[in-house]
């Protein structure tokens, strides 16, 4: 892998793992907005929000350290898979996102565009590559 790849393959790495930790804040920040996208069948959904916001810190930071890179590649690749029906539930209903008064509905759709996105980002920055320290 040449310089620059590997550059910003470090730079991918760095910005999802600061962006998903950033996540995990907001998942505190705003936990009932974030339980009101989750079905009121479905109970203790604030404690939900606490505690898929402590995963989100845990794997943000476990994605930095190379021993536990790959690995917690796929398992927030799963987590991002598992957590979808959650934004796909937002969009039907039409539940604003966490911290917004009023939802767009337009934004709602867009935003499950981004979720394999992120799946593939994950995927990419997390592959170790052979012989290298860091990657």
């Not at 959904?45 to 916001?53: A, P």
């Not at 995963?55 to 930095?64: D, P, Q, R, S, T």
């Amino acid at each position: 892998m040449n310089k620059r790849k590997k550059g910003l393959k470090v730079l991918g790495l760095i910005l999802f793992s600061f962006f998903f930790f950033l996540a995990g804040v907001f998942h505190f920040i705003e936990a009932q907005g974030f339980a009101k996208m989750i079905p009121e069948f479905i109970p203790l959904r604030e404690e939900i929000v606490y505690i898929t916001g402590m995963i989100e810190f845990i794997l943000a930071i476990l994605l930095l350290i190379p021993k536990t890179r790959e690995k917690a590649g796929v398992v927030t690749a799963i987590y991002l898979v598992l957590i979808f029906p959650a934004n796909i539930y937002a969009a039907i209903k039409g539940i604003p996102a966490p911290g917004n008064e009023e939802a767009n509905v337009v934004l709602l759709w867009v935003r499950l565009l981004f979720q394999p996105l992120l799946i593939w980002w994950v995927l990419v920055v997390s592959k170790i590559e052979k012989n290298h320290r860091f990657y």
